[in-house]
């Protein structure tokens, strides 16, 4: 069955200073990986994607974010983070094939910043 | 630029009722989600919709779920009989064929 871990359930950081959000997928095939973004009474906004080729994925924002298939992991970054970037953000994996390419979230890391 | 809507924002009903959420997809999109988050949990899938029929569902969607494209538009969760259990945030989200989800703002359901 498929998983994500996303370790960090709050992180504090400082406006202008650079931000890692972690997330650890299990799944049995070549996944397809999610950052959505959450700000308080939205919904769910896509950052970034990635499925193949550079596993290095630019998003909106200015977030990134790479994928390392022998650490199974898909960490978001940002070299400087606004006080606009406090919100939740989710790590995401589906499949490529088949289904209903059912999404499968993480609990979501709570980031705050500090002005 | 095309968004999914949900209707409504939020919805208050008594233990036992009926409800039915409502979502427009974005108009060329064939895929159709529901995903539900309870307070301060994660995101939960809920069931996938496909050329007019359920293509996947989580053990969660029992038989108090359904959903139903009543239109060309519309795309519907009907929960028959609600529970206090029942009460989250309910996502609705498409896709064309390409596979980002796009979600809605979702409707809050408080089930008293």
């Known amino acids: 069955a498929q998983s994500v871990t996303q370790p960090d359930i709050h992180i504090t950081v400082s406006e202008g200073a650079s931000l890692e959000l972690r997330c650890n997928y299990s799944?049995?095939?070549?996944?397809?990986l999610f950052w959505y973004v959450q700000s308080p009474g939205q919904g769910l906004q896509l950052l970034l994607k990635?499925?193949?080729?550079?596993?290095l994925v630019q998003g909106i924002k200015g977030f990134e974010a790479e994928f390392k298939r022998s650490q199974s992991s898909f960490n978001l970054r940002k070299p400087s983070v606004h006080w606009s970037d406090a919100a939740e953000y989710f790590c995401?994996?589906?499949?490529?094939?088949?289904?209903?390419?059912?999404?499968?979230f993480g609990t979501g890391t709570q980031l705050k910043v500090e002005l | 630029e095309p968004e999914v809507t949900q209707t409504p924002s939020h919805q208050v009903t008594q233990m036992g009722q009926e409800v039915i959420l409502r979502c427009v997809p974005i108009?060329?999109?064939?895929?159709f989600y529901w995903y539900r988050q309870i307070l301060g949990q994660k995101v939960e899938f809920l069931v996938s919709?496909?050329?007019?029929?359920?293509?996947?569902k989580s053990e969660i969607f029992d038989d108090q779920f359904s959903v139903e494209r009543p239109d060309g538009s519309n795309f519907t969760l009907k929960i028959r009989s609600t529970k206090l259990e029942d009460s989250a945030m309910y996502f609705c989200?498409?896709?064309?064929?390409?596979?980002?989800?796009?979600f809605g703002p979702g409707t809050r359901l408080t089930v008293t």
């Open positions: 799944y049995g095939a070549t996944p397809y």
């Open positions: 995401a994996v589906g499949p490529l094939t088949g289904g209903g390419n059912k999404l499968t």
């Open positions: 919709f496909y050329n007019n029929e359920i293509s996947e």
């Open positions: 108009s060329n999109h064939l895929y």
């Open positions: 989200a498409s896709k064309r064929t390409t596979y980002e989800q796009y």
């Open positions: 990635y499925f193949s080729g550079d596993t």
